[in-house]
């Protein structure tokens, strides 16, 4: 896992963070981030409902009782929305610049995961996806006159995500 500097007073507001590391396919280029906030981190398995007439009848009915039964149907996978506070770092943006030129091939589509660690260090939680790419890259208002820190906010949209640990 690579490791990645940042600075520590991140930390102490937080009990934990959210480590972005994706390896595009055509070349050694590798995406790692740290980021303090994940919107969406959701996974949904869908259901179809399928309704019978059984043999049974209704209490002083002459037609049968119908039946509801519910049966899994297709996994929908929501877009990630990361935010971090905005860094010198092009890495994300030159990602989304490649995507929206046109550049949509196997070099620039990835797999990653996504990495939870508490306050120490410690990885709590993994999350592997594959297909990723960036649907939508933006920053926060910027005041001169506030001491509000400036964010960068990234949306992945995924094609397979799983958890690994």
């Not at 937080?14 to 969406?40: H, P």
Request: net charge negative; aromatic share 10%; with cysteine.
């Amino acid at each position: 896992m690579p490791s990645v500097d940042f600075p520590s007073e991140l930390l102490l507001a937080s009990r934990f963070y959210f480590e972005l590391s994706i390896k595009l396919k055509g070349g050694n280029e590798t995406v790692d981030a740290v980021f303090l906030e994940c919107q969406k981190f959701q996974k949904e398995q869908k259901n179809i409902e399928i309704v019978e007439v059984a043999k049974a009848q209704w209490a002083n009915a002459k037609m049968g009782q119908l039946v509801t039964t519910k049966i899994p149907s297709r996994s929908t996978i929501e877009n990630l929305v990361l935010k971090r506070g905005l860094t010198d770092s092009l890495a994300l943006w030159q990602w989304f610049t490649d995507i929206e030129s046109g550049k949509w091939d196997s070099d620039h589509v990835s797999a990653g995961s996504l990495n939870v660690f508490d306050q120490a260090g410690t990885v709590k939680a993994k999350f592997d996806f594959t297909g990723a790419w960036p649907t939508r890259y933006s920053t926060s208002e910027m005041n001169a006159q506030s001491n509000d820190m400036a964010i960068e906010e990234l949306e992945l949209a995924v094609d397979g995500f799983t958890r690994s640990q």
